[in-house]
């Protein structure tokens, strides 16, 4: 392949693709990143290719660690920018299905707006001499290997031009996201199309940013309302960037939020805890209410293909995506680029190429403990479309009840919840001996404690 074998193309400029190109350019001496929009340069705006933006999106310190090791100094730009670093729940008023979560230090989440995570992903990259970025340009195809057991490039339609040109390269990833082309691209070349495992609970959500008055008695930093079954309303509130605080209502079923202002409130003044409603009832609204409804779990098992060509990758959501209420998207995406960076130290570009079937395992193993958490989240919902749960489902639904409960009474049980939740710990965490000890131990404390008879707890004194 010659001097093709020292470029990578990345297909989608988002979390996965520019963490991906940074990763791949670390073993090829030139990374092109394409992506169908333009690419806003000058500060943070909205862009048609992330729908999802004007949502809330939570970055646990895993995800967060992956990405510093790739972009150092990341953490710190966005600091700087105005995002806001909380420990959860510490820094919240939580409320769980079994009532409200003891203010302990578990997770630490990252929050800013997704428009300023993007902004600044990119603009770090840039400053990366082999990375270059092709906005307003579409990947039409991919380009066969003279002997077809490969890829070699894609076919794109560059901005300003009307036929579409082939770019070479030893490595094709494509990170483009919920939209992705690639199964269409495999069959184009004779492939088969990957299995897909799909679990939709329909969920709903409803954004929009606001002014909170100043108040000297607040004493938390965000607040979370969960869902459940039989309480499928809920809502979120974090601090972002420019001293605006993000609101998002969140629903499944019959019970999708409202965008309309005085729907909004209602739904708000509708949850099972007035907290959150309290908090926003005289914010001032600095936005209309945007919707999101496309949530569903999707993983496209591109790692299982008994035939798939060489030199080419499946990344991020274009891989596996999740609903976005457990906020797990950007912390895979960052596992995964790290992960193949990590696989890919010493390799030349040729052996890339060749070993990129064993690389798209190592990238799909990172979603594993993230789809079983958030599947079976979804799967206590009786109108969940996919495979409905089994015996075991339900056994780890039964014991999953008392550890939730546990964690309202017990700080290292919540402790686990929330390191496991935020994927510095594995699920594994939670079924460890020591664990299990803790949940029986607080099972009758837990289930004679009345989840909404006290007010949420109060801010630890020391942090």
């Known amino acids: 392949m010659g001097d093709v074998d020292d470029h990578a193309i990345v297909i989608g400029a988002g979390v996965a693709g520019v963490l991906t190109a940074r990763a791949l350019a670390r073993r090829f001496a030139r990374v092109t990143v394409i992506d169908r929009d333009a690419l806003p340069e000058r500060e943070p705006a909205f862009r048609p290719g992330l729908p999802q933006s004007p ?19 990341l953490t710190r730009e966005l600091a700087v920018h105005g995002a806001h670093q909380l420990v959860v729940p510490r820094d919240f008023l939580w409320l769980s299905p079994a009532g409200w979560f003891p203010r302990v230090s578990g997770a630490a989440d990252l929050t800013c707006s997704r428009v300023l995570l993007d902004w600044i992903l ?7 001499e082999r990375i270059e970025f092709l906005p307003e340009s579409e990947v039409t195809g991919l380009v066969a290997t003279p002997r077809g057991d490969g890829v070699r490039g894609v076919r794109v339609r560059i901005a300003g031009s009307t036929e ?31 299995s897909v495992e ?6 709903g959500y409803s954004s929009r940013y606001y002014e909170m008055p100043d108040s000297p008695a607040r004493d938390w930093k965000a607040i979370y309302i969960q869902t459940s079954p039989g309480t499928p309303r809920g809502g979120v509130v974090v601090p972002v960037e420019g001293d605006r605080w993000m609101v998002t209502l969140l629903g499944c079923g019959d019970h ?5 202002d005085d729907q909004f409130l209602d739904y708000a003044r509708s949850l099972r805890s007035p907290v959150l409603y309290e908090a926003i009832r005289r914010a001032a609204p600095l936005s209309d209410a945007q919707a999101f409804r496309n949530t569903a779990n999707e993983w496209r098992h591109y790692e299982s293909l008994d035939r798939r060509p060489r030199g080419f990758l499946v990344l991020g959501d274009a891989l ?101 939740f935020g994927m510095t710990a594995p699920p594994a965490a ?17 289930a004679a404690s009345s989840p909404l008879a006290a007010s949420p707890p109060p801010a630890p004194s020391i942090a």
């Open 55 to 73: 949502q809330i999106h939570a970055f646990w310190k895993q995800g967060v660690d992956c990405a510093e090791q790739l972009l150092p100094g």
């Open 122 to 128: 990119r603009r770090m990259a840039n400053l990366d």
């Open 164 to 194: 579409a040109q082939i770019l070479t390269a030893g490595l094709v990833a494509d990170a483009s996201g919920r939209r992705s082309n690639a199964a269409r691209w495999l069959a184009e070349l004779g492939y088969p199309a990957p």
């Open 198 to 203: 799909r679990y939709d609970a329909g969920f």
């Open 256 to 260: 999708v939020p409202p965008t309309k």
């Open 320 to 420: 596996c995506r999740f609903n976005p209420v457990y906020g797990q998207g950007m912390t895979v995406a960052a596992m995964s680029a790290k992960a193949v960076a990590d696989m890919i130290e010493g390799m030349s570009p040729a052996r890339i190429h060749r070993e990129s079937g064993r690389l798209q395992r190592v990238a799909a193993a990172q979603s594993a403990n993230a789809w079983g958490l958030a599947t079976g989240e979804d799967l206590r919902f009786p109108w969940t479309e996919g495979r409905p749960p089994g015996t075991m489902v339900k056994l780890l639904h039964r014991y999953m009840d008392h550890v939730v409960a546990a964690g309202g009474v017990d700080p290292a049980t919540c402790r686990t919840i929330f390191q496991v």
């Open 430 to 446: 939670l079924f460890a001996p020591a664990a299990v000890a803790r949940v029986a131990a607080r099972w009758n404390a837990a």
